[in-house]
């Protein structure tokens, strides 16, 4: 069966959010600031007095970045069974506990719940689409979309479909995310961990080792990000600020120059070797990245960046 | 020879700044807003054309920031001679090219053209000092002042001695470059990379695998940061961020029921073994940094960090 959703997403009413703790009531919120009608169904006995706490307490958050027109948070049900909360559904979000038997079964039992149709997400923070596909299940329209938490607050969201997924499926929920508010990466291909916690994680093992070994406590370790690069990655990401160290000649003049750095132990991760098509790759993502910007603008949107940050977190004018 | 020097930490006025690039004119934009009188040496023929643009340049950004009484660009004097830009130094920070061996040569010479027990920082981005030492300097009065770019924005510096430094040379750059306005991480320990690097050089290296396999684009990777976790580390750490996906029972929770994921292959990094030893660390280290925060207080923080970083940086209200 082809995945053939019986809305378009822009015209999404309803989403069903299955699993109703810190992630999936996180959804919750999101959804409701953004207009939806939203159904939740959690098996935990005190899960809809949770829920509905969790949705209060992120309000007045939701409030000061902007409520969708008629955003409310009666427009909340949590059903006492998963089939209530699904039925009508236009979109569903799944949000288990991290459990691959639970959420292959979960997901399957989900097609059987929903129309004919309905894409139907996996918050899953790392297991590929692949390893959730089931026999019984109708599987063209189980994606991962993979928040980062709180998902009312971050705007990523990661969308993957595994080997049995339509690629159509992918790209309705990669909309339906943009329209819903979400900051959207589409991965072609599955990669354990995705993309951000992949990189999160390399940092976390390497902090884990540092610890460790005594080499710096974790106090130092928060302080070296806070202060330092953390500062450039709220709003440019690694790779454009590398390229700005190598000045006028970007990323071209910064792997020319500090690629032998690759070979110092500065990491316990070992780096690939820098061929020619990797740098020549590396160079080419970061001018599309950059596209009209000049090396100034860059520097200049750096600095303001970082003042500005600074400032909203704070940090200027006060000494600490 | 001890280092003993000529002033307190509070009573510098004159700094030399040896290298004047990127990072060492950096740091004379930084010394100059703080309202200190700095001289520079560079032995590039247009190093002063270029120093006083990047200084000029700077100059509305430190406005910005809030300049000390009686800063101006006016108190930078450009000497022919590395030999007069020290002689009446209170304290000099080295930032040449990174090459060992001319930084190896440039800080013995320091150590002779300086006065007695003047402190001589190295702006060196990798370099244990250890490895920085020779015979016939004066090493107790050299350290490792770890700068991150630009210098005059980005608050870190990390502070380092090598084994013949002096114990008192580490302590009083520590306490020299606070009262300079920078956030200082000292270090006990040599570690190649320091603690900021080898963070980021991890994700930089896994980046850099993820990209060279096809895995994601250029413009994922800076994404997935900037619109993820960048978000959370521009003023709460990547440890104590972890912490509070432990909810009320923090690290040590989060450890027991996430640990086992150290195991997933979702970075290229190697964990290092979750002992009880290191388990106990990270949720001591996670205490201590937290201080009087309770779990409900940190959640607060975060979300009204991250609501403060987003609109100071555009994104809120708008579409992207």
Same mark, same amino acid.
């Given at each position: ?17 299955? $699993?109703?703790?810190?992630? $999936? ?6 959804? %409701? ?10 098996? =935990? ?7 509905? &706490? ?47 038997? @639970? ?37 063209? &329209? @189980? ?29 309705? =929920? ?5 329209? =819903? ?23 976390? &093992? ?7 070994? $005594? ?24 790779? %454009?600020?590398?390229? @700005? ?9 910064? @792997? ?19 061929? &020619?098509?990797?740098?020549? =790759? ?34 200027? $004018?006060?000494?600490?």
């Amino acid at each position: 069966m082809t995945a053939t959703p019986p809305l378009a997403p822009e015209d999404v009413r309803k989403v069903a959010c299955i $699993g109703a703790g810190v992630i $999936g009531g996180g959804w919750v919120a999101h959804f %409701l600031a953004r207009g939806y009608d939203v159904t939740a169904w959690d098996p =935990a006995d005190d899960a809809e007095e949770k829920l509905r &706490r969790l949705v209060s307490a992120a309000w007045p958050a939701l409030e000061q970045m902007g409520l969708a027109e008629g955003a409310s948070q009666d427009r909340l049900t949590v059903t006492p069974t998963l089939a209530e909360a699904v039925a009508d559904a236009d979109f569903v979000q799944e949000s288990a506990p991290e459990k691959l038997e @639970l959420k292959r079964s979960l997901l399957a039992e989900l097609t059987d719940a929903t129309r004919d149709g309905v894409i139907i997400a996996s918050s899953t923070s790392g297991y590929p689409m692949s390893d959730m596909h089931s026999d019984g299940a109708d599987n063209g &329209r @189980l994606v991962v979309g993979h928040p980062f938490n709180p998902p009312y607050l971050i705007p990523l969201v990661e969308v993957v479909g595994g080997e049995k997924t339509d690629r159509a499926a992918v790209e309705w =929920a990669s909309r339906f995310y943009d329209v =819903a508010g979400k900051s959207v990466i589409t991965m072609d291909r599955e990669l354990p961990g995705f993309i951000a916690n992949r990189l999160q994680e390399a940092l976390w &093992r390497e902090a884990l080792h540092m610890v460790a070994n $005594g080499e710096a406590s974790v106090q130092d370790i928060d302080d070296s990000i806070t202060e330092g690069p953390g500062l450039r990655w709220a709003f440019m990401g690694p790779l %454009l600020t590398f390229a @700005l160290a190598g000045g006028e000649g970007g990323m071209g003049h910064m @792997l020319d120059h500090f690629g032998p750095s690759l070979k110092s132990p500065w990491t316990r991760l070992e780096a690939p070797e820098l061929t &020619r098509e990797l740098r020549d =790759a590396m160079v080419e993502g970061c001018e599309a990245e950059a596209g009209e910007r000049t090396y100034a603008d860059l520097v200049a949107e750096r600095d303001q960046g970082v003042i500005n940050v600074l400032r909203a977190t704070g940090r200027l $004018g006060g000494a600490e």
